[in-house]
């Protein structure tokens, strides 16, 4: 039963920290960019109710595209208006949040009702990879996951990969670091930083179809829930990193599924402990951690309006 | 003040405003809304009659100026701090302990009390970014964040646990006694003295950073920190602390007058984001506090008739979220414009273009 229980712990906490960890994936491109996209929450919940819409028309695998579509396109207005017009990216970001949040009730209510009634979709399925699935404790957990979060997990190394061991890895990491530097030696930091953009609105978009197509299997406005900001917070307790990302992503995934489990075994702990714990760790993590593992040097650094 | 100044400040807030309402328009249009029901109602739930203006749209905009004001002192002084939000919250549930725990019979001293309670609240709250920033190099923009959901979880908490009200059944405080509360400025309405409070905080905020020293130190530490450590020898660390705790102060100051003004307990969702509206109204009104109060009344109007025309006329209340994002994204792109006919200008005439700009973030 023990051994049961924490299997399932698990497999939920995986489950929980998919979305997370692609939106926090992306933001970790973004950010090492220069750029910190506070708009990241609308993303996501653009991403959700574009991947409702699109699994309703054409089934989940192809609503999770549109969901990355939805992410991309409002990656496009930030990235017009916080590097196109270099505007401050904090109340772009903050304008893009409200807009997401505004645009996909308003959206939500004229496509399906003024109800607001729950209009559901079918989900992804689990896709068990054969004999790894049934490794005791750990096998539903890693090897029994819906597509997203195998797409996560490829994308850690892939990402880790392109930032750390390619050219235009070190172009963007120099970017974030020091875009007058990188200027001088032939980057355009304002295109580095526009595709940094475009690529955590895709993942910003994918993990809203996520949270949808493969979690709840409905709509509901503002539930995304904050996840957009924990993106943030995870990108910071994970130093930058696309492995630090995921531990801290499966950190937050895990108490976040502690609260459900406290709750459904009629523990008496608040569960809002749970919920506030990483939030307080990752600022501990943020004071302690030692210079070398900072902030991009550029983040948040309004850009000239030239190249 | 000039005279061209106030003109600004009054005209800049009710063009922000006509544009908004022009954009809803064309939204409600394209959705398939009746236009001129939606905007009549609108208007109705904001400027409907003046109790509609004094119980809305005045209600609503008073947490909105004193977290713009908060937003604005921040950002004057180079400190992006996104964190209102949280410290309204907390600056709430101190006035809400306050409240609860002095005996009625205190009167106005228990109100001055929970009042002092959400300011200090409110400032301790915003101390955390600034020393983790000053001390350790944290980017505030970063832990303002996540202090907001902990600022949250912790309402959550007090109103499930020890600030619950004596029966245990709802998530919320217990209604705090008529003597405590904020008193009415006009009968029938739900006008509060918190709305004067607000406005001479505006006023006093205003004179404070254009005439006085510490004022001027801010905005040096804001404008250029560097040349304000060197050539005006500011202590530029000691200045920001006090500008973020001042910050936060104020947001708190605004918790503490929703809770003892307008919802006479405390709630989880006491705060539909005015924090984050916050920054809307500190940017329509170029940081400048007493702008600000023309920013809030424009914001708080949207919100008040935004709840009318959900009412009267089936709009989802999610559009004014729509209208005001894109009230802030087209000012930011007008600023851009502006920069470039300025400094065109400036060419022309062979001078240096007057910066007029936000204070970037500025990165330790």
Same mark, same amino acid.
């Given at each position: ?149 195998? *797409? ?45 953009? *475009? ?59 502690? &609260? ?43 850009? &000239?309006?030239?190249? | ?12 807030? =009710? %063009? ?6 022009? $954009? ?5 249009? +394209?959705?398939?809304?009746?236009? !001129?029901?939606? /905007? ?27 977290? !713009? ?20 919250? $907390? ?42 920033? %000053? ?130 307990? =405390? ?64 000012? %930011? ?7 470039? +006919? ?15 700009? /936000? ?6």
């Amino acid at each position: 039963m023990s051994a049961n229980l924490a299997s399932d712990f698990l497999d939920a906490s995986v489950r929980n920290a998919t979305p997370l960890l692609l939106a926090a994936l992306g933001e970790t491109v973004v950010e090492r960019s220069g750029v910190i996209n506070v708009g990241l929450e609308g993303t996501i919940i653009a991403g959700c109710l574009a991947g409702l819409a699109g699994a309703a028309a054409f089934g989940p695998t192809t609503g999770l595209l549109v969901s990355a579509a939805a992410g991309l396109a409002i990656a496009v207005i930030f990235a017009f208006i916080a590097i196109g017009l270099a505007a401050d990216q904090i109340i772009t970001g903050t304008a893009i949040t409200m807009l997401g949040l505004g645009l996909t009730g308003t959206l939500y209510r004229l496509l399906y009702g003024d109800s607001g009634a729950a209009l559901r979709t079918p989900t992804l399925s689990p896709i068990g990879i054969p004999l790894l699935k049934d490794i005791p404790f750990i096998g539903s957990a890693l090897f029994d996951q819906a597509l997203p979060t195998y *797409l996560a997990a490829a994308l850690v190394p892939i990402l880790w990969w392109w930032l750390y061991r390619t050219q235009s890895g070190l172009a963007l990491r120099a970017t974030g670091e020091n875009p007058d530097a990188a200027r001088a030696s032939g980057i355009a930091p304002r295109r580095v930083q526009t595709l940094a953009v *475009l690529i955590g609105g895709v993942c910003g978009g994918l993990a809203g179809g996520t949270l949808v197509l493969a979690q709840v299997g409905t709509f509901a406005e503002g539930m995304s829930a904050g996840r957009g900001f924990v993106a943030i917070a995870i990108v910071a307790l994970g130093r930058w990193h696309p492995v630090g990302a995921a531990m801290a992503a499966l950190l937050f995934g895990m108490a976040s599924t502690l &609260q459900f489990f406290f709750q459904a075994l009629n523990l008496q702990v608040p569960y809002q402990v749970f919920l506030a714990l990483p939030y307080l760790l990752t600022l501990l993590a943020l004071a302690l951690s030692s210079s070398r593992y900072r902030a991009p040097a550029a983040l948040g650094r309004r850009q &000239q309006s030239v190249d | 003040m000039t005279v061209r100044r106030v003109t600004r400040a009054i005209l800049e807030p =009710l %063009l922000a405003g006509v544009l908004a309402v022009l $954009m809803l328009a064309v939204l409600l249009g +394209v959705s398939g809304y009746p236009v !001129g029901e939606a /905007l009549s109602a609108l208007w109705r739930g904001a400027f409907g009659s003046w109790s509609v203006i004094a119980s809305g749209t005045l209600v609503r905009a008073t947490p909105l100026l004193f977290a !713009g004001l908060a937003v604005a002192v921040a950002f004057r002084a180079g400190i992006l701090n996104i964190g209102a939000e949280g410290q309204l919250l $907390m600056g709430a549930c101190a006035a809400t302990a306050v409240s609860v725990a002095v005996p009625p019979s205190f009167g106005a001293a228990g109100l001055i009390l929970a009042l002092l309670a959400g300011i200090v609240a409110g400032g301790t709250w915003a101390a955390i970014p600034a020393v983790m920033r %000053l001390r350790f190099g944290v980017l505030e923009v970063i832990s303002t964040i996540m202090l907001n959901v902990v600022a949250l979880n912790i309402t959550g908490l007090l109103v499930r646990g020890p600030l619950q009200e004596t029966t245990h059944t709802f998530p919320q405080s217990a209604l705090l006694d008529r003597a405590l509360r904020l008193p009415q400025l006009m009968t029938g309405s739900r006008l509060h003295a918190g709305v004067l409070l607000a406005l001479v905080t505006a006023i006093g905020l205003a004179w404070f950073l254009r005439a006085t020293a510490p004022g001027y130190r801010l905005r040096m530490t804001g404008a250029n920190p560097a040349a304000a450590a060197s050539a005006g020898r500011i202590d530029v660390g000691r200045v920001m602390f006090a500008a973020f705790v001042l910050s936060g102060a104020l947001a708190g100051l605004g918790g503490a007058v929703e809770v003892t003004g307008v919802t006479y307990a =405390l709630y989880e969702n006491l705060s539909p984001g005015y924090g984050y509206t916050a920054i809307a109204v500190a940017l329509l009104a170029r940081l400048n506090p007493a702008s600000a109060i023309g920013a809030a009344v424009v914001f708080g109007a949207l919100e008040a008739g935004a709840s009318a025309m959900q009412r009267d006329a089936q709009v989802p209340a999610g559009m004014v979220g729509v209208v005001e994002a894109s009230v802030i994204l087209v000012l %930011l792109a007008s600023e851009w414009v502006g920069a470039r +006919v300025a400094a065109r200008g400036a060419s022309i005439r062979g001078g240096t273009p007057r910066a007029e700009n /936000l204070p970037g973030p500025a990165v330790s």
